[in-house]
């Protein structure tokens, strides 16, 4: 690899890497390289095959919207047949309380006025959010929830969704920096419910539907994918082949500085990269370590963005061995001092693939910001711990057959209130610098298809320099 590049992308997570191969496949004659710090690619995104099961580290699929996703690069990468639909099951989602499974959420109107998750009172309620006024002001997700579809909703749901799915507080959760879709159907339509309604009706209707049903949540389930045999990993291992020799591995950056017009990259080693164009496709924090310099109150920004740690812990045991097979994609908990589990998913129910036969694989997410002490305990204890709370809600009679434990310190970005306006204000900055990109899933969108469309963008402003 040269030391004197067009392009230098620090950072080979799903989104560096993404870059650097759209760059290189839109323009084969432009030098690009990527310099990642540790042994391996892919970042957050990672999976391996023991025993049978598939144990996905970081995500364990990812959920397809917009154009310019995964699904679009994974056939840019010549997936498509590698490309694993989940299972129906997975368009059904459950909530625990206090060890309980309740039935499961809710996906059409009957389901929601016969469903026992809420009082006649909650349901009332929520039904009335078709009259509460627009309201524009951005506001946590939270709180959001309670004004328009009242408290016991927000208790019941949004607690348990944020909580669960990134260990993070929904009181503190930007819902126009989380769920821009959610505030749009605000702000176009005044009600969620009736925009929803319109929005689908729309849809139906252009695809030659005559008689428009209602929205269904089980649309979510039917767009969430991963890889046949292999997991998450094989969409890593497929941007790091079509890279060939272009990234290098257990290649630190810590200096970045500006080389008459060219930036320099300066290894941990010593050693120095220059490229007219720099992408930093880092975590938040070490964006800021390198930023730091040039732009001072920008780092501080992304410094301040908190990252709860949360741990994966997954647990295979004999199918016979439960009372109560794990359905749908798995459970949210609402809260309590019963379980230290804030989220499952059923990895064999929605990817048979991924245990043997005659087994199951729940896959938990526990620790966050209501449960700082799980980040500490050891491997053995946080799978007994685990163990021991699915234990009860399956009416488990066998011990684990399988087991894995990861912790992720400084896991996911959590968008505050104001993030949406920061993130704009601080890109605005970086491009004055000129040649300097940001990118990842501090910006616009933690998930793998948020990762993946952002480094399209920063790919098309790298080619349009
Ligand atoms: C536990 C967990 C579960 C998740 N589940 C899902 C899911 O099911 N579906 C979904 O869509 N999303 C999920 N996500 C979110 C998603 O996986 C991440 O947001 C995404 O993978 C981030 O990718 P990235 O490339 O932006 O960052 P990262 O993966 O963090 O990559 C950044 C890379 O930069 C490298 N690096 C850091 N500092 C330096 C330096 N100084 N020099 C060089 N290299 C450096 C790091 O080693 C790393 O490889 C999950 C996240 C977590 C933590």
């Excluded at 909703?153 to 669960?164: F, I």
């Excluded at 209130?417 to 605005?428: E, I, K, S």
Aim: hydrophobic share 45%; proline share 5%.
């Amino acid at each position: 690899m040269s030391n004197e590049l067009d392009v230098l992308v620090v950072g080979g997570g799903v989104t560096g890497l993404t870059v650097a191969q759209q760059v290189g496949a839109a323009a084969p004659r432009t030098s690009v390289a990527v310099l990642e710090a540790g042994e391996r690619v892919g970042g957050i995104v990672g999976s391996y095959r023991r025993e049978g099961y598939t144990v996905d580290t970081g995500p364990h699929g990812f959920v397809v919207y917009g154009p310019g996703g995964v699904s679009d690069l994974a056939s840019e990468l010549g997936l498509d047949d590698e490309l694993m639909a989940a299972e129906p099951a997975a368009q059904r989602l459950f909530l625990l309380r206090e060890d309980h499974l309740l039935e499961p959420m809710p996906v059409s109107v009957t389901d929601f006025l016969t469903s026992s998750l809420l009082s006649a009172r909650g349901k009332l309620r929520a039904a009335a959010e078709v009259l509460v006024p627009r309201r524009l002001a951005e506001e946590p997700f939270f709180h959001f929830t309670a004004r328009r579809f009242g408290t016991e909703v927000a208790e019941a749901l949004a607690v348990p969704a944020v909580l669960g799915v990134t260990g993070g507080d929904s009181r503190n959760l930007s819902v126009d920096a989380k769920f821009p879709f959610i505030r749009q159907l605000e702000r176009d339509h005044r009600s969620i419910l009736l925009g929803a309604l319109k929005v689908t009706w729309k849809q139906q209707r252009a695809a030659g539907k005559r008689f428009p049903t209602l929205p269904r949540f089980e649309e979510f389930g039917m767009r969430l994918f991963s890889f046949r045999g292999h997991g998450m990993q094989r969409l890593v291992d497929a941007l790091e082949k079509s890279l060939t020799d272009r990234v290098r591995l257990g290649a630190r950056v810590v200096a970045l500085d500006r080389d008459e017009d060219r930036w320099r990259a300066t290894l941990s080693t010593g050693e120095s990269v220059r490229a007219a164009q720099v992408v930093l496709a880092l975590p938040a924090h070490a964006a800021a370590a390198l930023l730091g310099p040039h732009l001072p109150r920008l780092a501080a920004t992304l410094t301040e963005i908190p990252h709860p740690d949360v741990r994966v812990v997954g647990i295979g045991y004999r199918r016979a061995d439960l009372r109560r097979q794990p359905d749908g994609i798995g459970f949210l908990t609402i809260p309590t001092e019963h379980t230290h589990i804030l989220g499952t998913i059923h990895t064999s129910t929605i990817f048979p693939d991924q245990a043997p036969p005659d087994t199951v694989l729940i896959r938990t997410l526990a620790g966050g910001v209501q449960d700082r002490a799980f980040a500490e305990l050891s491997p053995a204890d946080a799978v007994e711990t685990i163990h021991q709370d699915l234990r009860r809600v399956f009416g488990i009679s066998g011990r684990p057959v399988f087991s894995f434990d990861h912790l992720w310190r400084r896991a996911i970005p959590e968008y505050q209130v104001g993030h949406r306006a920061r993130m704009d204000a601080g890109l605005a900055e970086v491009a004055r610098l000129g040649g300097l990109h940001l990118a990842g899933n501090t910006y616009h969108g933690v998930g793998v298809n948020d990762c993946v469309r952002d480094a399209r963008r920063v790919a098309a402003d790298v080619l349009g320099s």
